[in-house]
């Protein structure tokens, strides 16, 4: 089992910053892939990163690229998801996943966290 506890959401003016972290427990964290998606309201939830923790390989989804980026702490048992240039339409609750491998499928995870709330304000 891994237990997934995310934190950072919060009200962000439009062209500003927020680091969203991820911080994981229980099983072995390091041969994990971490994900991060989103979901808005009357949306269905979507891709937004992941990251293999091994290699350290990351994926991002077109949207953001270029704005956000996402990266794990070993020791730390943490992965964080970096936020700049924030739009309006990136607000959503943003969850962090755990899976065996990396990708931008929600069904290929097997642990989620409960989300953290992002609203940016324009």
């Known amino acids: 089992q891994v237990q997934l506890v995310e934190s950072g959401g919060r009200l962000v003016q439009a062209g500003g910053s927020l680091r969203l972290s991820c911080a994981a427990s229980g099983r072995t964290f390091s041969s994990y892939a971490l994900g991060w998606f989103r979901q808005a309201p009357g949306k269905e939830r979507e891709f937004v990163a992941a990251l293999t923790r091994n290699s350290g390989t990351t994926i991002l989804a077109d949207s953001v690229k270029g704005r956000f980026t996402i990266s794990g702490d070993v020791a730390k048992n943490t992965a964080y998801l970096q936020m700049n240039s924030l739009k309006s339409e990136d607000t959503a609750v943003y969850y962090c996943?755990?899976?065996?491998?990396?990708?931008?499928?929600?069904?290929?995870?097997?642990?989620w966290g409960q989300g953290t709330q992002v609203t940016v304000s324009s």
């Open positions: 996943a755990a899976g065996s491998v990396r990708s931008s499928r929600v069904g290929d995870y097997d642990y």
